[in-house]
T-cell receptor
Framework: KQEVTQIPAALSVPEGENLVLNCSFT??????LQWFRQDPGKGLTSLLL?????REQTSGRLNASLDKSSGRSTLYIAASQPGDSATYLC????????????FGGGTRLMVKP | DGGITQSPKYLFRKEGQNVTLSCEQN?????MYWYRQDPGQGLRLIYY???????QKGDIAEGYSVSREKKESFPLTVTSAQKNPTAFYLC????????????FGDGTRLSIL
């Protein structure tokens, strides 16, 4: 059974710092991996999707990497801003059928001005 | 504007009562999903549907039921058999295709009176 873990559970940094969020998964037979952002009391917004054949994806100040063999992904946020404060969740797609996702518990990020 | 609408935003249930959460999408997506999120945790899949008049159980389907009579709508009923229904419920939809991410509504928070 696939398990997804995110460390740390919470992180507080000063504005302007570069930071890395970690995601690990137990079964390397994944179809793709997604990073989401969730603001308090809201739904999820998709940030980046990495196919299993890819090593990384970039969008603006965000860069996500994937190492399937070691079961790890990282989300790098450059020059963090207070508006980046949110919970970040990673999710792995289990296979080709149904697009079922297994989620990690999330990292709650606070960027202080 | 296209999107996913969940209603109500807050819902209260009495013991022994069934309640139905609404999810409507105007994105013309084929697939729809229901997730449950408990405080500080990731999302867990309750049910999903890839096509009208068809749906599949997810990881925690016991005590829940769904229907998919129209492409736009995927209501979730929380039955009295669900002993711990207090949670944040999220609906998602997705266009079929290998690289398509899931899009989420803003959620319904269900509490027990």
């Amino acid at each position: 059974k696939q398990e997804v873990t995110q460390i740390p559970a919470a992180l507080s940094v000063p504005e302007g710092e570069n930071l890395v969020l970690n995601c690990s998964f137990t079964d390397s037979a994944i179809y793709n991996l997604q990073w989401f952002r969730q603001d308090p009391g809201k739904g999820l917004t998709s940030l980046l999707l990495i196919q299993s054949s890819q090593r990384e994806q970039t969008s603006g100040r965000l860069n996500a990497s994937l190492d399937k063999s070691s079961g790890r992904s990282t989300l790098y946020i450059a020059a963090s801003q207070p508006g980046d404060s949110a919970t970040y969740l990673c999710a792995v797609r289990r296979g080709n059928a149904g697009n079922m996702l297994t989620f990690g518990g999330g990292t709650r990020l606070m960027v202080k001005p | 504007d296209g999107g996913i609408t969940q209603s109500p935003k807050y819902l209260f249930r009495k013991e022994g009562q069934n309640v139905t959460l609404s999810c409507e999408q105007n994105l013309n997506h084929d697939a729809m999903y229901w997730y449950r999120q408990d405080p500080g945790q990731g999302l867990r899949l309750i049910y999903y549907s890839q096509i009208v008049n068809d749906f599949q159980k997810g990881d925690i389907a016991e005590g829940y039921s769904v229907s998919r009579e129209k492409k736009e709508s995927f209501p979730l009923t929380v039955t009295s058999a669900q002993k711990n229904p207090t949670a944040f419920y999220l609906c998602a939809s997705r266009m079929t295709g290998s690289n398509q991410p899931q899009h989420f509504g803003d959620g319904t928070r269900l509490s027990i009176l």
